[in-house]
């Protein structure tokens, strides 16, 4: 599927499973934050959207506007953090190389990257739209002998 050609019908046509929006303030800025940090691809950027691409996982970005007829438009708060309580967790990003770009790109660090007993190196790192994003990778196995 071509994402910068496919029509916005068609796209939503083709969704399947679980799906992610997240509703930011400025998509273009947040799809810079997440293509830095994370390294993740963008398709269809502008001012009101965006495809992101996270390996073969997709989500979208909506701007406030496009919310205009949403029940969920009544709920934002008018001052920032949004997303209290959600982590987005990225289960194939090295957390320590997460945190280097995300402290060169101005991100706030909530959790430096930590050994977890579940058995996940992790770090939060929050967007300036108050996500919590979680890069986590597995912890190696002590050799056992």
């Not at 701007?63 to 007829?69: F, K, Q």
């Not at 953090?81 to 967790?89: D, H, N, S, V």
């Not at 090295?94 to 007993?117: C, F, H, W, Y």
């Amino acid at each position: 599927m071509d994402y910068e050609t496919i029509t916005p019908e068609d796209f939503g046509r083709s969704l399947r499973g679980i799906g992610l929006n997240l509703l930011v303030r400025d998509v273009r800025a947040h799809v810079a934050f997440l293509e830095t940090v994370f390294q993740m691809g963008a398709h269809r950027v502008s001012e009101d959207f965006a495809i992101m691409a996270y390996g073969d996982q997709l989500f979208q970005l909506h701007s406030d506007g496009t919310y205009h007829a949403n029940p969920l438009q009544g709920l934002l708060p008018e001052n920032p953090p949004r997303g209290a309580g959600l982590e987005i967790r990225l289960y194939e990003t090295d957390p320590d190389a997460a945190v280097m770009r995300a402290e060169a790109a101005g991100a706030t660090i909530l959790q430096s990257p930590t050994n977890k007993p579940h058995g996940l190196r992790e770090a939060y790192i929050l967007c300036a739209d108050g996500y919590a994003w979680v890069p986590s990778c597995p912890v190696s196995e002590p050799n056992k002998g």
